[in-house]
Nanobody
Framework: QVQLVESGGGLVQPGGSLRLSCAAS????????MGWYRQAPGKQRELVAR???????FYAESVKGRFTISRDNAKNTVYLQMNSLKPDDTAQYYC?????????WGQGTQVTVSS
């Protein structure tokens, strides 16, 4: 079973930036598409960005142009650079495979955008 551990969240003012990291155990990480998901209170979990093994990326419309997903296969780590943050970006952020692997959901990292 692959374990995924997210970090880097916090409280930031609107317009600010954060960089999230997701460290994965196991070499299976290198052959899979990885994604960042988020879940706001009272809302369903949604995929905000994904990256293939080759580095091809996809972004949800709500974050396009503001978020950048990247990965370092040598370090089994995927990143999410978040710029120009908005209060609507407030959520618990998770990484997982795409499509997600149920047992691999971690604790996530909380991002709060507020003045």
């Amino acid at each position: 079973q692959v374990q995924l551990v997210e970090s880097g969240g916090g409280l930031v003012q609107p317009g600010g930036s954060l960089r999230l990291s997701c460290a994965a155990s196991g070499s299976i990480f290198r052959i899979n598409t990885m994604g960042w998901y988020r879940q706001a209170p009272g809302k369903q979990r949604e995929l905000v960005a994904r990256i293939t093994r080759a580095g091809d990326t996809f972004y949800a419309e709500s974050v396009k142009g503001r978020f950048t997903i990247s990965r370092d296969n040598a370090k089994n780590t995927v990143y999410l650079q978040m710029n120009s943050l908005k209060p609507d970006d407030t959520a618990q952020y998770y990484c997982n495979f795409v499509p997600p692997h149920g047992p691999s959901w971690g604790q996530g990292t909380q991002v709060t955008v507020s003045s």
